[in-house]
């Protein structure tokens, strides 16, 4: 199931939401009507949307001309100009018009639209190197998320002679969000000499070993008359077993070339890759064998070889990808080799190493040494955190999971709430389901609200049953803290009766339930998962016949009283086809129950539950089973009032 969820609020949502001004002009929340439909120019402004998505400047200044009363003119505005701004395919246009852009930020200084548009300024400002309104701009730039943006920033540091390799270095670790602008920062990078032929070989790898091949294919340029020969490169990307039967010619090229050949082999066949490279690893040097290893490593870690961890223990001291470095713990942590487990994260850049999970893993494998202080140390860093790792760090100190104290706000602060600025246009976006403006105009006010602030927006939120705002928002604070918020419980009635009518825990069904749609009524994904549990309908028809409902339409299988009955049988047969073990059963409701079956049958021998978790091969499983079952001690901590054990819940995982 994807949690990728395009959701969509009830118009019930809205009753208590009031007319207010907000971000981008007058606007009025949604009107309290259950039938709400959006109106002609609704359709408009949702067309216009899609046009200036597509950077079709043509076709969205046409449509912002038909709605020139629509009450959000920052985004008509915005919608308007940005498409002028990039071509087709995205790419910053050098040619953009400035003066629109520049009186947009005039007008709108201070909103969050405006610092969408910063955004994208940015990225033209970086392709053409003006460096000098970069740098006016950036300063300005609130939230700074942009990969593609903080790379322009060093290329800016660069133009006034700093020397940013290290920063750069440390930066560039997630080739999927380079774009042009990453491209670009490694070319002068490596034209200033900043950046070795090796730092260079080693972002083609990592792009390479992601499967981003047009990203790496652009960074090979920056290898200027380094560049090996068309055809070289692409038998070693594109026929590596080709390439390698050559042998290793004695030259640098031919090495990297080498190692990329390996990382391309090793995608689809690792232990052909183990066994080709051993047969050229002799004419490689030692930190080249070791980088070939971790490569090789990796791709079966993912795909669970037992050999995994044979391959990676070669790689020690190597210059791995973070993903790499990250599975060579994991497969560590299958194969109970603590003492690598230890020499692993301690191999991890800082960034990573300072992690929650590895400060825990490694804090694991320094008290399995006997150094009980020391790691006591490691847990007390990370045990005040509200997660799965503070979870477990806090157990490792002997003490169960409890509640912080609960924080309540009188009704004159939560009222405050309603005049907040973006509030308003934020619930309209919603019943328009546009999610992604919703929550920038949603979470655009709460960066500089206290805590207190922050728990009376999220019972504001629930008031007007936007329980996914009233979640994330009170998910925000730092030391005063509402738990009822954070783990919000709507529709208790009908969760706690199918829960105890299948068997489950109902702090397990609250647990998923948070995870799969926080709450949102009418939450459907991409895939076609619907529901407040998120049940894809082959599955839902399947469990209905299975308890005699017969066939259910989908109205009928995203009806709240529908959809909670189906979603709880259903997870309590994968509960009892998995032997009662919640982090198996968890597994099957995300990723469907064969999976969670063969990565069972393909462990040595038993494993913690936390270890099985972490080593889940899919990312979007292994964090949704952690995030499940942290949530469900929250839940179970609030409704039954007495500290919790995580550890007893994730019990142990038998082959």
Same mark, same amino acid.
């Given at each position: &199931?994807?949690?990728?969820?395009?959701?969509?609020?009830?118009?019930?949502?809205?009753?208590?939401?009031?007319?207010?001004?907000?971000?981008?002009?007058?606007?009025?929340?949604?009107?309290?009507?259950?039938?709400?439909?959006? =109106?002609?120019?609704?359709?408009?402004? &949702?067309?216009?949307? @899609?046009?200036?998505?597509?950077?079709?400047?043509?076709?969205?200044?046409?449509?912002?001309?038909?709605?020139?009363?629509?009450?959000?003119?920052?985004?008509?505005?915005?919608?308007?100009?940005?498409?002028?701004?990039?071509?087709?395919?995205?790419?910053?246009?050098?040619?953009?018009?400035?003066?629109?852009?520049?009186?947009?930020?005039?007008?709108?200084?201070?909103?969050?639209?405006?610092?969408?548009?910063?955004?994208?300024?940015?990225?033209?400002?970086?392709?053409?190197?003006?460096?000098?309104?970069?740098?006016?701009?950036?300063?300005?730039?609130?939230?700074?998320?942009?990969? %593609?943006?903080?790379?322009?920033?060093?290329?800016?540091?660069?133009?006034?002679? @700093?020397?940013?390799?290290?920063?750069?270095?440390?930066?560039?670790?997630?080739?999927?969000?380079?774009?042009? #602008?990453?491209?670009?920062?490694?070319?002068?990078?490596? $034209? =200033?000499? %900043?950046?070795?032929?090796?730092?260079?070989?080693?972002?083609?790898?990592?792009?390479?070993?992601?499967?981003?091949?047009?990203?790496?294919?652009?960074?090979?340029?920056?290898?200027? %008359?380094?560049?090996?020969?068309?055809?070289?490169?692409?038998?070693?990307?594109?026929?590596?077993?080709?390439?390698?039967?050559?042998?290793?010619?004695?030259?640098?090229?031919?090495?990297?070339?080498?190692?990329?050949?390996?990382?391309?082999?090793?995608?689809?066949?690792?232990?052909?890759?183990?066994?080709?490279?051993?047969?050229?690893?002799? =004419?490689?040097?030692?930190?080249?064998?070791?980088?070939?290893?971790?490569?090789?490593?990796?791709?079966?870690?993912?795909?669970? &070889?037992?050999?995994?961890?044979?391959?990676?223990?070669?790689?020690?001291?190597?210059?791995?990808?973070?993903?790499?470095? $990250?599975?060579?713990?994991?497969?560590?942590?299958?194969?109970?080799?603590?003492?690598?487990?230890?020499?692993?994260?301690? %191999?991890?850049?800082?960034?990573?190493?300072?992690?929650?999970?590895?400060?825990?893993?490694?804090?694991?494998?320094?008290?399995?040494? #006997?150094?009980?202080?020391?790691?006591?140390?490691?847990?007390?860093?990370?045990?005040?955190?509200?997660?799965?790792?503070?979870?477990?760090?806090?157990?490792?100190?002997?003490?169960?999971?409890?509640?912080?104290?609960?924080?309540?706000?009188?009704?004159?602060?939560?009222?405050?709430?309603?005049?907040?600025?973006?509030?308003?246009?934020?619930?309209?976006?919603? *019943?328009?389901?546009?999610?992604?403006?919703?929550?920038?105009?949603?979470?655009?006010?709460?960066?500089?609200?206290?805590?207190?602030?922050?728990?009376?927006?999220?019972?504001?939120? +629930?008031?007007?049953?936007?329980?996914?705002?009233?979640?994330?928002?009170?998910?925000?604070?730092?030391?005063?803290?509402?738990?009822?918020?954070?783990?919000?419980?709507?529709?208790?009635?009908?969760? $706690?009766?199918? *829960?105890?009518?299948?068997?489950?825990?109902?702090?397990?069904?609250?647990?998923?339930?948070?995870?799969?749609?926080?709450?949102?009524?009418?939450?459907?994904?991409?895939?076609?998962?619907?529901?407040? &549990?998120?049940?894809?309908?082959?599955?839902?028809?399947?469990?209905? +016949?299975?308890?005699?409902?017969?066939?259910?339409?989908?109205?009928?299988?995203?009806?709240?009283?529908?959809?909670?009955?189906?979603?709880?049988?259903?997870?309590?047969?994968?509960?009892?086809?998995?032997?009662?073990?919640?982090?198996?059963?968890?597994?099957?409701?995300?990723?469907?129950?064969?999976?969670?079956?063969?990565?069972?049958?393909?462990?040595?021998?038993?494993?913690?539950?936390?270890?099985?978790?972490?080593?889940?091969?899919?990312?979007?499983?292994?964090?949704?089973?952690?995030?499940?079952?942290?949530?469900?001690?929250?839940?179970?901590?609030?409704?039954?009032?007495?500290?919790?054990?995580? +550890?007893?819940?994730?019990?142990?995982?038998?082959?």
């Amino acid at each position: &199931m994807s949690k990728r969820l395009n959701r969509v609020y009830l118009a019930a949502g809205y009753a208590l939401a009031a007319a207010t001004l907000v971000a981008c002009g007058t606007a009025t929340a949604v009107p309290p009507d259950a039938d709400f439909s959006p =109106s002609s120019d609704d359709r408009i402004f &949702m067309q216009l949307r @899609e046009a200036s998505r597509a950077n079709d400047a043509g076709r969205a200044a046409l449509l912002a001309s038909q709605i020139p009363n629509y009450p959000a003119p920052g985004y008509i505005d915005y919608f308007t100009i940005k498409p002028q701004l990039f071509d087709a395919q995205g790419h910053a246009r050098p040619d953009a018009p400035d003066a629109p852009v520049l009186s947009f930020l005039q007008r709108y200084d201070g909103q969050a639209i405006a610092d969408r548009m910063r955004n994208d300024y940015l990225v033209v400002l970086g392709g053409r190197h003006d460096w000098r309104n970069f740098q006016e701009q950036y300063s300005r730039f609130v939230l700074n998320d942009d990969t %593609q943006v903080k790379c322009y920033a060093l290329e800016a540091r660069m133009s006034r002679g @700093e020397n940013v390799a290290d920063a750069a270095r440390a930066l560039l670790v997630d080739p999927k969000s380079y774009g042009d #602008g990453c491209v670009d920062l490694i070319a002068a990078l490596a $034209e =200033s000499g %900043q950046f070795t032929s090796d730092d260079i070989w080693q972002q083609i790898r990592l792009a390479y070993e992601q499967n981003y091949t047009t990203t790496g294919a652009n960074i090979v340029d920056a290898l200027g %008359q380094e560049r090996p020969k068309p055809e070289l490169l692409d038998n070693a990307v594109n026929k590596p077993p080709l390439y390698l039967a050559r042998g290793v010619m004695p030259n640098t090229p031919a090495h990297q070339l080498t190692l990329l050949a390996v990382t391309r082999l090793a995608r689809n066949d690792p232990a052909m890759a183990a066994a080709t490279f051993s047969s050229v690893a002799p =004419s490689l040097t030692a930190a080249e064998r070791a980088v070939g290893w971790g490569t090789i490593g990796y791709q079966a870690a993912l795909k669970r &070889m037992p050999a995994a961890a044979d391959w990676y223990r070669l790689s020690a001291n190597a210059q791995l990808s973070n993903p790499a470095y $990250e599975w060579r713990t994991r497969s560590a942590l299958l194969a109970g080799d603590w003492n690598m487990v230890r020499w692993s994260v301690e %191999q991890m850049p800082p960034t990573l190493r300072s992690q929650p999970s590895w400060t825990y893993w490694h804090a694991r494998a320094v008290k399995q040494a #006997g150094d009980t202080a020391t790691a006591n140390q490691e847990f007390q860093s990370i045990a005040d955190q509200y997660n799965f790792y503070g979870q477990l760090a806090l157990e490792e100190l002997g003490q169960k999971i409890t509640l912080p104290p609960r924080t309540t706000v009188s009704d004159a602060e939560i009222a405050q709430m309603q005049s907040v600025p973006g509030f308003a246009l934020s619930q309209r976006f919603y *019943a328009l389901n546009l999610r992604l403006e919703g929550n920038r105009e949603w979470n655009w006010p709460l960066r500089t609200m206290t805590d207190r602030q922050l728990i009376a927006a999220a019972q504001y939120a +629930k008031r007007i049953e936007l329980f996914d705002r009233t979640v994330n928002t009170a998910d925000k604070t730092k030391s005063e803290h509402d738990f009822s918020l954070r783990y919000l419980s709507p529709f208790r009635e009908i969760v $706690e009766r199918d *829960a105890q009518n299948t068997g489950l825990d109902i702090e397990w069904a609250y647990g998923l339930i948070r995870q799969e749609s926080r709450f949102i009524i009418n939450a459907r994904s991409e895939v076609g998962a619907g529901g407040l &549990m998120q049940l894809m309908p082959g599955t839902a028809q399947l469990v209905a +016949k299975k308890i005699g409902l017969g066939p259910v339409s989908r109205a009928q299988m995203n009806d709240i009283n529908t959809n909670i009955l189906l979603g709880t049988n259903y997870l309590s047969m994968i509960y009892n086809q998995f032997d009662n073990s919640p982090v198996l059963a968890t597994a099957g409701y995300n990723a469907g129950p064969g999976r969670p079956k063969q990565w069972r049958q393909d462990l040595r021998a038993p494993v913690e539950g936390a270890v099985f978790a972490e080593t889940i091969p899919f990312s979007e499983t292994r964090d949704y089973v952690k995030n499940v079952l942290s949530n469900t001690v929250y839940y179970a901590a609030l409704f039954e009032g007495r500290p919790q054990s995580l +550890k007893a819940r994730l019990g142990y995982i038998a082959p």
